[in-house]
């Protein structure tokens, strides 16, 4: 019999997430601050805890898919959290953008409690969840990341073992490198081509199958030139994780520019009002 999974945190890509562990046959807990989020799993068979304490104690896999390391910290350390709570032997997973420093502490304190913890953070937004095709970075034992690859499969294509505790937090914060600036550039480039009279569409054929071409061009500019602003990827997140990533390259005593810059016009479009808006929202600092 599959192992009863516990998932915490059913949002914009955790609700996808969630619903392949379901109907890949595993009996799924959840738990979400806000209970309306959890209604269409609900109804395919998901069953409701009242609390992280209740589900901690009733699930053999834990998943976490929350917002801010904060949320990580007191969900996981906290007095009602996982790790009080959990049964010895049970697995910790916590797939949140966090910090590479608190993925390690929860590892430490897992271990502690002979709680096996992975840090695995996702990218490909809702789409990726959405199709169960998520790139999955993980870090911690390399026995735990054995263990949990079946249930990994289900919601992930390109999974990836990198690493102890943190390695996952600092392979992911690379993968927003590497986004942010070029987010930078995907606005830029729609903005240019409007601007020059071509048409942005007929632009997009020739250069995504160039050397230009990335995932934010190929999925995220064709919205920007809908006007399509919804979040795959809120604005807030991608701001914190680009925060992160730059108090982790500080302390490593890395510049990063490319990062700090995109972070700054980040900042601008959050002032405007666009911290819940998706990431290709940035379209709208060039284009009014």
């Not at 996808?16 to 209604?39: C, D, F, N």
């Not at 991608?238 to 490593?252: N, Q, R, S, T, V």
């Amino acid at each position: 019999m599959n192992k009863t999974v516990g998932f915490i945190g059913l949002g914009v890509m955790g609700n996808s997430m969630a619903a392949h562990i379901l109907e890949a046959g595993y009996p799924v807990l959840v738990y979400t601050r806000t209970k309306q989020k959890a209604e269409e799993i609900l109804n395919k068979g998901a069953v409701w805890q009242e609390t992280v304490k209740d589900l901690s104690e009733k699930a053999d896999i834990i998943i976490t898919m929350v917002g801010y390391p904060s949320d990580v910290e007191e969900i996981y350390l906290g007095e009602n959290g996982i790790l009080r709570h959990a049964k010895e032997g049970a697995f910790v997973i916590d797939m949140t953008t966090s910090k590479p420093s608190l993925a390690k502490k929860i590892a430490e304190k897992a271990k502690e409690k002979s709680i096996h913890a992975l840090d695995a953070p996702v990218s490909g937004g809702d789409i990726g969840a959405r199709n169960g095709t998520l790139a999955i970075m993980a870090g911690g034992e390399k026995e735990a990341f054995e263990a949990c690859l079946p249930l990994f499969s289900v919601m992930g294509e390109n999974i990836q073992y990198q690493g102890p505790a943190g390695s996952g937090q600092h392979t992911k914060m690379c993968n927003q490198i590497a986004i942010a600036a070029g987010m930078v550039g995907v606005a830029e480039a729609m903005a240019y081509a409007e601007k020059s009279g071509l048409n942005p569409e007929q632009v997009l054929k020739s250069i995504t199958t160039g050397a230009a071409g990335s995932w934010s061009l190929s999925n995220l500019a064709p919205r920007m030139l809908k006007g399509d602003f919804a979040p795959g990827f809120y604005v807030k997140h991608f701001i914190k994780d680009m925060g992160i990533a730059l108090e982790e390259a500080e302390l490593m005593g890395e510049e990063m520019p490319g990062l700090a810059l995109a972070k700054s016009l980040y900042d601008k479009l959050s002032a405007q009002g666009e911290e819940n808006s998706g990431t290709q929202s940035i379209y709208k600092l060039w284009v009014k």
